[in-house]
Structures are given as structure tokens and as C-alpha cells.
């Protein structure tokens, strides 16, 4: 059984992912990565992990160069997350937030037609990475209303805590679908 996806980079080609600490895990089929710089290469490989933590070493790497993007996008990000300091199997909690897209752009997809609606996703997680193996789905709580840049708003959901739950951190961030981050 599949564990999740494991991302490697580099900056040179490399044929084994052995020593190498993963940049990201992921059970997504695609994954954003961070700190790249333009027009500076970057060489990637993606292997699986298994259950037992196992995954073949010998990898292909591609290299990808980011390159400026025309235009102007949002970037949701969250803040004030008001959230209990402690909770308890089964104890139903409420979760407030806020998102502000921190963007120079409205939300939109790539071509520039007005994004209106996503959700805001809300994850048990015992450690600060999320949409790793370990994260528990709380709750996709449903957005209506595009965001201009500077905008925010304000989201809250009431979540009964899983009776056998995973982890004790509860972080919240939004969804971005057909959006592109600067
Ligand atoms: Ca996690």
C-alpha cells in the first residue's frame, strides 16, 4: 500500500535518492514547492513510499527552470486561527479563522476568469506538515465569493473531534483550485 509520494530536489542531476532528505511528501498527484528561484535549474525525482516506509532509491531526475509568470494572482494564506488549547476524543469543538489572500490579484485561474468558490480545509495532524499520511480530514468547509487582493474573510465550523483520532494539532488552510501563487 501506498504511503504517500516522496519529492526530491537538487542542485545537479542525481540517479539515487539514498541519503537525500525528501523536500515533501504528499498523497496528492501534484505538489507545490516553495524558494525556487527564477531562471536558477532545479532537478526533481518523485518515488513511493510504501507503508513500511519503503521506497526504491534509484530514481531519473528532471530538471525543471522556473520562469516568471505574466500577470497577477492571488495567494490565500490563513491567519488567527482561534482553535482550544486541548480537546478530547468525541468533543465537538469550534474552529474559527480567517484567510486573506496576500496576492496582488483576485482569485482566478490561469487564464483570468473569476474563481468563486472553494473550501477551507481543516486536518487533525500530529505534526506540522500537512496533507501528509498522518493527516485526519476534520472538515472541507465550502467558500462562496472571490477574493481580492487584500481581502479576507472570516471562517468558522464546529467539529466533533473523531473518537479515535491520530493527532493533536489542528491546522486550517484553504484549497486553492485553478489559482497560482507568485
Ligand atoms: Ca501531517
Redesign the pocket.
Known sequence: MVKHYAVYRSASSFNTVAGMTAALTTRERRADIGGLANGVAQFFAVTTVNISDGEKPAVQSVTATPNPVPGSFADLTITNVVSPASVYRGQTVTIDWQVRNVGVGATSTRGGAAVNSWSDRI?L????????A??VLLADVPHAGALASGGSYAGSATIQIPTKPR?LLLRVRPRERDQRRL
Open positions: 486536518v495532524s500530529p505534526d506540522t506538515v500537512f496533507e501528509d498522518d493527516d493527532g
